[in-house]
């Protein structure tokens, strides 16, 4: 499993839906944020092995319990002896709120994960991904070695015609392309 795989895997969950249709119908924030976590947790499933959790906001586990350690979605492959670290952790955040994004960046970080990620994007008629890209590198700065995908997102008015140009991939503190790659990924 590598950021690549996740990514490839979220695009091809958005393009799945009706959510191009939604958005550009001018589909708010509220009903914007299920969209993504559905697409995210879709992503996240299709990348680890059939039994493990994944648990997001409004989604509930086999036990009812929704987000874990406050975080949108995790998926978590749990060997018989119990209580591993999560393989995937992800913060989704579209507040336009610098200070927020970073707190989200910061609060995966605290996570022991083979794989994090922050899916970030701004409404603006303006260009966000630098801006974006600029508060969660001052966050990642504070972490070397610890690696972090962030997915951000351009969003506009325009009508959304390609996600893939919508959504674009950055790591963060990156040595190995291959980061997340073991045994337990299909």
Same mark, same amino acid.
């Given at each position: ?7 490839? *895997?979220?695009?091809? *969950?958005?393009?799945?839906? #009706?959510?191009? +249709? &939604? @958005?550009? #119908? ?5 009903? @914007? ?6 697409? /995210?947790?879709?992503?996240? $499933?299709?990348?680890? %092995? ?9 989604? $509930? #586990?086999?036990?009812? $319990?929704?987000?874990? !350690?406050? /975080? ?6 749990? %060997?018989p002896e119990g209580w591993a670290s999560p393989s995937i952790v992800i ?10 994004? +970073?707190?989200?960046? @910061?609060?995966?970080?605290?996570? *022991?994960?083979? !794989?994090?990620? /922050? ?6 008629? +303006?260009?966000? *991904? %630098?801006?974006?890209? +600029? ?5 990642? #700065? &504070?972490? %070397? ?17 390609? @996600? =893939? ?18 045994? =337990?990924?299909?």
């Open positions: 499993m590598t950021p690549d795989d996740l990514y490839e *895997r979220f695009i091809d *969950r958005l393009d799945a839906t #009706d959510a191009r +249709k &939604r @958005w550009n #119908d001018g589909c708010g924030d509220a009903a @914007w944020t299920p969209i993504m976590t559905n697409a /995210l947790c879709g992503a996240v $499933r299709d990348l680890l %092995p059939k039994g493990a959790t994944i648990a997001a906001k409004d989604s $509930r #586990d086999e036990y009812g $319990r929704s987000e874990y !350690l406050s /975080l949108d979605v995790i998926g978590l492959v749990d %060997p913060e989704h955040e579209n507040r336009r709120d610098e200070e927020k994004v +970073k707190y989200c960046a @910061w609060k995966l970080f605290c996570v *022991r994960s083979e !794989l994090r990620v /922050l899916v970030a994007y701004f409404h603006s008629a +303006k260009s966000s *991904r %630098p801006q974006l890209e +600029k508060a969660v590198k001052e966050v990642a #700065d &504070r972490h %070397p070695g610890l690696p972090l995908m962030l997915i951000s997102g351009e969003i506009n008015d325009e009508a959304v015609r390609n @996600w =893939r140009e919508t959504f674009r991939r950055k790591l963060f503190n990156v040595v190995n392309a291959s980061l997340g790659n073991d045994a =337990r990924a299909r």
